[in-house]
């Protein structure tokens, strides 16, 4: 008997299942006001070097606040302040020709900076004076908190396979309220950092549970369905973001508003029902059994109780190996799961790295932030709407490399198109981000459909990790543009599109079960798990095929 069959019998797609998702929708909602959240706290205003400390005396006393400027700080060829510099000694002479300020010598700015607080009125460079030669540290707090999550996706891949999806689900939310909290009061830079570090390793487990339940509570047929609408809550967070920021100028009240809703999934937490597959997995068939019979209750079906005994159940194929410890060294142990890690952690690399290279870089389309990062995030729900299409035409497979080959050559496109055409540029990259975050949301779905029930949440969880390299590096390759301006876009396409050509030599896993061990992975492709008739009695006809001992289970 496969799980497939239980979950047939509880009905696998009905009121339990919507009601699952909507419980898991506000954690979602948080997961991209955090994850983008740089964009807006550590943004860089405005700035020139701060002249009041000349003070008023001598000629200075005389001069209006423009004239002390103009003799001060050079001018730009715009005509805008230099951010960095100023005169080593005032220049009088500037007063009646400004023409030759080129020339003078400069220094680094003396007493500090002033900054433009129109737009913000606090932000992470404001407060600590992260410009100039300090300006890395702002794309260093992204990358910092990315590494709290790659952190966090070893760890609670480990813990979730270990004490099941349920109760980490708890221990994330604690620790994303209260060091999300915690990183608002910071009181220096260190401090920051490391309470985002520790933030970014409590959201992870929010990310692996929520995706993980989902899907495990399913039936084959709407697992595509259950993972692209499931994932509608991060558009909807990421869209929420660009309002938050626009309302709240300050970093500090912005952190605590985008973190607060939180304690509300706090409350909301004792109605999820724990992965029946990891229960019956790690053989608590009575615990299973409880949630079947809840899940059969909502959804008005019968009891499973009055249908199968606990016997019945702990006959379940997914329980073969219940009493070995899983670790991510299985995922290396045998060679398909050897090759099925190396390309997925390729391919969840190359999706992560090109989605936030992509979100992170939000200048240039003649559009002010906010309105460019909220077309950014609305764009992602035709995307997620239109893969969900595809995936059940197509499969996963192809739309996976589909998806970033495209995204390839969207950031391929803009970089030959000159920056004065930004109205040819913002189209282009808006449909890059659209199939970027396609992109996201098939390697989710499909790495849950890849990796077998025992060790699913290792393996997405070392997914994950090799993602949050790539969203941990894509901060730094901005930074190659004082390099060469177009190198950072030339880096993100390759990836892109090698990681979409390593993707078409995964497996396709379209209306194919679940697999429960590590031997449906090995098992020859014949006798891989896969979409198989099933006979009316609900035992498939593959199985009739296996070998006496599997006989004997299914008996």
């Given at each position: ?30 997961l ?19 002249i ?8 200075f ?23 960095c ?5 005032p220049?009088?002479?500037?007063l009646s ?10 220094v ?5 900076w002033?900054?433009?607080n ?10 600590w004076?992260l ?25 609670f891949?480990?813990?979730?396979d ?9 221990a994330?939310?604690i ?5 999300g ?30 995706i ?9 047929g709407?697992r ?11 558009s ?11 309302l ?17 999934a ?12 990891w ?6 068939v ?14 008005k ?60 870089n ?8 906010y ?43 803009n ?21 970027s ?12 459909e ?7 949440q290792n ?7 090799m ?17 060469w ?9 390759s ?11 995964l497996?396709e ?47």
């Amino acid at each position: 008997m496969k799980f497939e069959n239980i979950l047939e019998e509880v009905d696998g797609f009905g009121p339990f299942q919507i009601i699952l998702i909507i419980l898991l929708c506000t954690p979602r909602i948080v997961l991209p006001c955090h994850f983008l959240l740089n964009i807006f706290i550590a943004a860089v205003p405005p700035h020139r070097c701060d002249i009041s400390s000349l003070g008023d005396a001598g000629l200075f006393r005389n001069l209006t606040p423009g004239q002390r400027l103009t003799v001060s700080v050079p001018l730009r060829e715009d005509g805008v302040p230099e951010s960095c510099e100023m005169f080593a000694e005032p220049q009088l002479q500037l007063l009646s020709n400004s023409s030759h300020s080129a020339q003078l010598p400069t220094v680094q700015c003396r007493s500090g900076w002033v900054y433009d607080n129109s737009t913000f009125t606090s932000t992470l460079a404001t407060e600590w004076d992260l410009v100039c030669d300090r300006k890395s540290l702002t794309k260093t707090t992204t990358t910092i908190f990315f590494f709290g999550v790659m952190m966090g996706a070893i760890a609670f891949g480990f813990l979730c396979d270990k004490y099941g999806r349920k109760n980490t689900l708890l221990a994330s939310y604690i620790m994303s309220i209260v060091f999300g909290f915690s990183s608002a009061f910071a009181n220096s830079y260190v401090l920051f950092a490391a309470l985002r570090f520790l933030t970014g390793f409590g959201l992870t487990g929010i990310i692996i549970n929520s995706i993980v339940l989902s899907i495990e509570w399913v039936d084959t047929g709407h697992r595509s369905f259950i993972g692209v609408i499931g994932s509608l809550a991060w558009s909807a967070g990421n869209m929420l973001l660009a309002g938050f920021a626009f309302l709240v100028k300050d970093w500090r009240t912005l952190i605590m508003t985008v973190t607060a809703p939180l304690a509300f999934a706090v409350l909301t937490w004792c109605w999820i029902p724990e992965s029946a597959r990891w229960l019956l997995a790690n053989g608590k068939v009575e615990r299973a059994q409880f949630y079947l019979d809840k899940c059969a209750k909502i959804n008005k079906r019968q009891k499973l109780s009055t249908k199968f005994k606990p016997e019945t159940l702990s006959n379940v194929e997914i329980l073969e190996k219940q009493d070995k410890n899983y670790t991510y060294l299985h995922l290396i142990k045998t060679p398909k799961m050897r090759r099925l890690t190396l390309l997925t952690g390729i391919v969840w690399y190359g999706v992560a790295s090109t989605y936030y290279g992509i979100s992170l870089n939000i200048s240039g389309f003649g559009l002010n932030m906010y309105l460019t990062h909220f077309i950014y995030a609305a764009i992602e729900v035709p995307a997620k709407l239109m893969i969900y299409c595809f995936l059940n035409i197509l499969g996963r497979r192809k739309c996976q490399a589909g998806t970033l080959l495209l995204t390839g050559i969207c950031i391929a496109i803009n970089i030959f198109v000159p920056e004065g055409l930004w109205h040819v540029r913002a189209p282009v990259a808006v449909l890059g981000k659209g199939l970027s975050e396609a992109s996201f949301t098939t390697v989710f779905l499909y790495t849950t459909e890849l990796y077998p029930t025992v060790i699913r949440q290792n393996g997405l969880g070392y997914a994950s990790f090799m993602g949050r390299l790539g969203v941990a590096v894509a901060p730094l390759i901005l930074l190659l543009e004082d390099v060469w301006a177009p190198l950072p876009q030339i880096v993100i396409c390759s990836v892109a599109i090698i990681s979409g050509m390593v993707s078409l030599l995964l497996p396709e896993t379209q209306n194919a079960r679940l697999p429960e061990t590590i031997d449906d992975i090995e098992r020859p492709r014949r006798n891989k798990v896969s979409c198989h008739p099933v006979e009316p009695s609900g035992v498939s006809l593959e199985s009739k095929t296996t070998t006496d001992a599997q006989q004997r289970r299914l008996e």
